[in-house]
């Protein structure tokens, strides 16, 4: 049974940057996609990046000048930093895995975190 | 970006009911459309995947469809159960930056 674990500060400083990792248990994250997700009331669910293979990464072009995910794979973990925060960033953060691709169903979602909300203020 | 709208924003049907939800894609998608439901303080859940194949486990009152134009798609719940009450989201898988629809939030009459 697959199984991720976010964890992290729940309150940031603007300006300063959003750390959060995600812990899986149950799958190695050498194989499939994975993803950190967020939620926020103003802007719904929006995709941020994806991580794959030793550390291939594909990110939202409209965060992509501030964010980074890594993984560890020792630790079979990984992880999204996003810089320069403001209010805006404030959500909960899901990461989620994608199966690897198929021609046929294309790429979703089908085990997520059970989320971790992110404050940003000061 | 792919924008994708659902409608409509929210229903008020009865238990037993049979519940119709549709997503608009702004391009061709071929089937790569999922459907999710979020309920209070839970993250999203799987209920379909590639417009019409059902997720593991979930019940088969829940039943998805595409259409021709590979931009139209249909979620459509069978005999409504109290437990369906919650937020229904589309998702585009074809391209990346991933997005999803704004959400139908299903509430009990």
């Known amino acids: 049974q697959v199984q991720l674990q976010e964890s992290g500060p729940g309150q940031v400083k603007p300006s300063e940057t959003l750390s959060l990792t995600c812990d899986v248990s149950g799958a190695s994250i050498t194989k499939s996609y994975w993803s950190w997700i967020r939620q926020s009331p103003g802007k719904g669910l929006e995709w941020i990046g994806y991580?794959?293979?030793?550390?291939?990464?594909t990110y939202n072009p409209s965060l992509k000048s501030r964010v980074t995910m890594s993984m560890d794979t020792l630790k079979n973990r990984f992880s999204v930093r996003l810089r320069s925060v403001t209010a805006a960033d404030t959500a909960v953060y899901f990461c989620a895995r994608s199966p690897e691709f198929d021609i046929l169903t294309g790429y979703y979602f089908d085990h997520w975190g059970q989320g971790a909300l992110v404050t940003v203020s000061s | 970006d792919i924008q994708m709208t659902q409608s409509p924003s929210s229903l008020s049907p009865s238990l037993g009911d049979r519940v119709t939800i549709t997503c608009r894609a702004s391009?061709?998608?071929?089937?790569?459309l999922n459907w999710y439901q979020q309920k209070p303080g839970n993250a999203p859940k799987l209920l379909i995947y590639?417009?019409?194949?059902?997720q593991r486990g979930v019940p088969s009152r829940f039943s998805g469809s595409g259409s021709e134009s590979e931009t139209d798609f249909t979620l459509t719940i069978s005999n409504l159960q109290p437990e369906d009450f919650a937020t229904y989201y589309c998702q585009q898988g074809y391209s990346t930056p991933f997005t999803f629809g704004g959400g139908t939030k299903v509430e009990i009459k």
């Open positions: 991580i794959y293979d030793s550390g291939s990464t």
């Open positions: 391009q061709r998608i071929g089937d790569y």
């Open positions: 590639a417009a019409s194949t059902l």
